[in-house]
């Protein structure tokens, strides 16, 4: 299940990107929902609404969030089950950039055809038609079982040649990896990559 991620400025010109209240409140209501439902019929919850109760439970507490604290000059990562998250600090010093990066599920490393589906993907990801030539690799024919879904990775690096991955999403609704990247950089005052280099 893909759990949107969305960027948030407060006064202090912090950034925060992460789950947002709707959908904890939407996950919250189909909770009640499955509860209600399950609780009012006679018996006992089927084991199939005891792991739907658990992922919707799962849904409402997990926390995913990066935040870019002018304050502390700081970029936080909280993640985990809520109220227990663990939380990792990056200071802005250490920051090298913030980067996009395709990702070529089944493809050879270093190989043309690799290197054609990630210029398909930032293609997608910027709408342009992928069939046409010089944006990347042939769009793939619909009837074709084995097409391979690209993504985009929005990934932080650091100074000591970490790299963390703040966000991936398939190609095709990726352009808001475009605003969070660009604006979490903006941010931490570093440098922000919207294309691989090797792909120029």
Known sequence: MEIPLSLKKTSDGSLSYGIPLWYRIATGAMLAFVLGGAFSASGRPS???WIIILLLGFGVLYEERWI???KTRTIMHKAGILPVTKTQSIPFAQVA???LSAFARGTIPGSPEEQADKERA?????GKDVSTEG???AKPSP?????RKPYINLILDTTSGESFLVDALPA???SRLLKAGSAMAEAAGVAFS???LNLD
């Open 47 to 49: 084991f199939a609404a």
């Open 135 to 137: 944006d990347g690799a």
């Open 122 to 126: 930032f293609s997608m990801m910027r």
């Open 172 to 174: 095709r609704s990726a």
């Open 68 to 70: 870019v604290d002018a």
């Open 194 to 196: 919207d294309k691989e």
């Open 97 to 99: 950039e913030l980067r």
């Open 143 to 147: 009837f074709k079982m084995n097409r």
